[in-house]
């Protein structure tokens, strides 16, 4: 179990601000972020490389933050793999064992379980990318540490070997039972990895929950944004009347394009609209739907199943539609559409 | 002839011109003393005592030079401190210091009359006119050069090789010893033996603080200025050699690229 608690760290000019974050033994947490929002700096902050000015490390159960990094037992893998350049990769996956025939068989074990038993007498510098990484995961785990932390594992692969090392990885997690957080500035790793994510924004977490959660609801159109949740458009609320408690009808306005909404506030706000939440047709739709709206196709981009079709409607949207409704619609740039979306679908952050 | 094959030729002559002339005096140098000279030289038995207490006392200065030297460099690779960038200046000084300067430094600094001299040989350690004498001289001079070689080569070292090291259960100093000392040895290695060649061959330095017991160098001239040109030979072409020798381990031991 990692337990991080109003964690706050200086590194040079830079600070990671009042980080709480839990991960339950056994899961697998993401901490997602553009570069430079402190992801490395969190990750050595729980290995115990970097001292925090303030909060509480716990691992287990243990109150670590007084403690020096070779007593926290955390397996830690850099995005570079920083491998020892000096020993072959039998040396580099035995270096955190003591010496012995269990240190040998745990070599092996692991080396079998990642595919790379026949690298074992190479040296470091004939090794590929994804040998290299496989390598590293290998001796990080053989002290068999209750924490593993990841940064940016998959960054510096090709993609169809990432895919395979993401299917490893998850494997690896359930097969050794350990506690696991990555960085990651891809949330696609995210969603097919993590049990949790929090979203970090320049040195603070941004908003954090189950994946699914966190790209269907965003709480700011940073977060949005990041983890592609869809249309982000900035405008200002106006309540229809005197809002009564709760959410209530209201206008939202960005430039040109009136929106009718949800809202529990005026004021200036953004508003978060899934591609797939806006219907498109070539007849105006029906009446029961609250925004009715009339847009110019812009360009069509088909990508396997799903065909998203940028509009502009006063301002830019996506829609999303399957291929085949695309091909039925026939849509061309510099074609007129009419667009509905229900109120309910617009979120509000 | 076109303009680029032009400038080619041109580069090609000025550089060979330089070759030459740094090639020039050493093959003459050979050539003149001959085997029978160095024969002559290996008979001799100041010349063997001067070469035998240049090569001892160099490796003592190297010695040192190592063990206070190693530390220094680590802290400046790896210790951000005030004054950091200063001290470093400072280090680097006996490198512009004219080493008959240096020598008279010394000499006020470990002689008889300074409390730093008269401690010393209460100690019953004699510097001025004793073999200590050359020794510290020849660190004065050399010391910078294995700092700055060591303090390059630990900053090559990824300082996130000891964090994994660490993470994987070392303690600092463990880390230090399996991974950033094996990682930085050759650059250290290298240093250390351009310090040793500095070491051999210092001579105004030496000459100012111990001028008996003669190392090479201070024989060499001091054979030239009593007896002449062809006395100082033999013994001035056995410490070229010494030096090629030593030219030709650098080069093996130096970590490639680090030119």
């Keep these: 179990m990692i337990e991080l608690e109003g964690l706050t760290v200086r590194v040079g000019g830079f600070t990671l601000r009042d980080i709480t974050l839990a991960v339950p033994a056994g899961g697998y947490a993401l901490v997602i972020g553009p570069t430079g929002s402190g992801k490395t700096t969190l990750l050595e902050a729980v290995a115990g490389h970097q001292r925090p000015a303030r909060g509480r490390i716990r691992l287990g159960g243990r109150d670590v933050t007084a403690l020096a990094p070779e007593a926290r037992g955390v397996g830690f893998v850099y995005q570079a793999y920083h491998l020892f350049p000096h020993l072959t990769v039998r040396q580099n996956i035995a270096y955190g064992l003591p010496r012995g025939d269990a240190a040998d068989r745990r070599v092996r074990e692991l080396a079998d379980l990642l595919g790379i038993a026949p690298l074992l007498d190479r040296p470091i510098g004939r090794l590929s990318g994804g040998e290299q990484q496989r390598t590293a995961l290998a001796r990080a785990l053989a002290p068999s540490p209750r924490i593993l932390l990841l940064d940016e594992p998959f960054a510096a692969v090709d993609p169809a070997t990432r895919h395979v090392l993401r299917r490893e990885l998850r494997a690896l997690h359930e097969h050794e039972g350990i506690t696991t957080l990555q960085v990651t500035h891809d949330f696609d790793d995210a969603m097919r990895l993590g049990d949790h994510v929090a979203v970090l924004a320049e040195g603070a977490i941004a908003q954090q929950g189950r994946p699914e959660e966190v790209f269907r609801y965003p709480d700011s159109a940073f977060v949005a944004r990041f983890v592609g949740s869809g249309n982000v458009l900035a405008g200002e609320v106006r309540l229809a009347g005197a809002g009564p408690e709760g959410a209530a009808p209201a206008r939202f306005e960005s430039g040109p394009l009136v929106l009718e909404v949800l809202a529990e506030r005026a004021g200036p706000a953004h508003a978060v609209i899934r591609p797939e939440d806006i219907l498109l047709s070539r007849t105006p739709i029906g009446a029961t739907v609250r925004n009715r709206l009339v847009a110019v196709v812009e360009r069509v981009e088909r990508t396997g199943p799903v065909a998203h079709v940028h509009l502009d409607a006063g301002r830019p949207l996506v829609a999303a539609v399957t291929a085949e409704t695309a091909g039925e619609l026939a849509l061309a740039p510099g074609d007129r559409v009419h667009l509905a979306l229900k109120a309910t679908a617009i979120r509000l952050v | ?259």
């Design chain 2, 1 to 259: 002839m076109s303009r680029p094959a032009w400038s080619r030729l041109a580069v090609t002559l000025l550089a060979a011109l330089l070759v030459l002339f740094v090639l020039g005096p050493l093959l003459r140098l050979l050539a003149d003393a001959g085997p029978a000279g160095l024969g002559e030289a290996l008979r001799d038995r100041e010349v063997r005592d001067a070469i035998a207490l240049t090569v001892t006392t160099a490796t003592a200065a190297t010695a040192l030079a190592l063990l206070l030297g190693v530390p220094l460099a680590w802290l400046l690779a790896r210790r951000p401190f005030p004054g950091r960038r200063l001290l470093q200046g400072i280090l680097e000084l006996p490198v512009v210091i004219p080493h008959p300067v240096a020598g008279i430094a010394l000499l006020l600094f470990l002689g008889r009359q300074s409390p730093v001299g008269r401690a010393l040989a209460s100690a019953g350690l004699e510097v001025v006119s004793h073999v200590p004498g050359i020794v510290a001289a020849m660190l004065f001079v050399s010391a910078p050069i294995l700092v700055s070689a060591a303090r390059e080569a630990f900053r090559q070292v990824d300082p996130r090789l000891e964090r994994v090291a660490r993470t994987l259960g070392d303690t600092p100093w463990r880390a230090f010893r399996r991974v950033t000392l094996p990682l930085a040895s050759r650059g250290i290695l290298a240093g250390a033996l351009l310090a040793w060649g500095r070491s051999v061959s210092e001579f105004g330095s030496i000459v100012i603080l111990t001028y008996n017991p003669k190392v090479a160098s201070v024989l060499i001239f001091d054979r030239f200025t009593a007896y002449g040109l062809p006395a100082a030979i033999p013994a001035a072409v056995l410490l070229l050699l010494l030096a090629l020798a030593l030219f030709a381990l650098v080069r093996v031991v130096q970590p490639a690229g680090a030119e």
